[in-house]
């Protein structure tokens, strides 16, 4: 069975960090894109970072640029999420999405096969 789980959300105060995990099984971790996107309430789900397969090249939305950023270890299945200095705007539900097209995870193009079932991210101001 194919699955993506997260981990790594909570409460955390404004300037604070947190690093998400997503834990890939069932699929050849190595040879899929990996990216993160979130969801506030009352908001559409946004994109927020991804990671290519083969070269690790990394792609974020604006507003996390210098903040947060994301990697592989294609040895654990893992794909993380490192947020530093976060912001109340940050708070959401994070999910981890894989695909084998880089341009699918980064939002260029349709939407990425799979999906983690999401984590919480509180930031209090």
């Known amino acids: 069975q194919r699955q993506l789980v997260e981990s790594g959300g909570g409460l955390v105060q404004a300037g604070g960090s947190l690093r998400l995990s997503c834990v890939a099984s069932g699929l050849t971790f190595s040879t899929h894109a990996m990216g993160w996107f979130r969801q506030a309430p009352g908001k559409e789900r946004e994109f927020v970072a991804a990671i290519s397969w083969r070269t690790a090249n990394t792609y974020y939305t604006d507003s996390v640029k210098g903040r947060f950023t994301v990697s592989r270890d294609n040895a654990k299945n893992t794909v993380y999420l490192q947020m530093n200095s976060l912001k109340p705007d940050d708070a959401a539900v994070y999910y981890c999405?894989?695909?084998?097209?880089?341009?699918?995870?980064?939002?260029?193009?349709?939407?990425?096969?799979?999906w983690g079932q999401g984590t919480q991210v509180t930031v209090s101001s």
């Open positions: 999405a894989a695909d084998r097209s880089f341009n699918v995870v980064r939002a260029v193009m349709g939407s990425p096969y799979y």
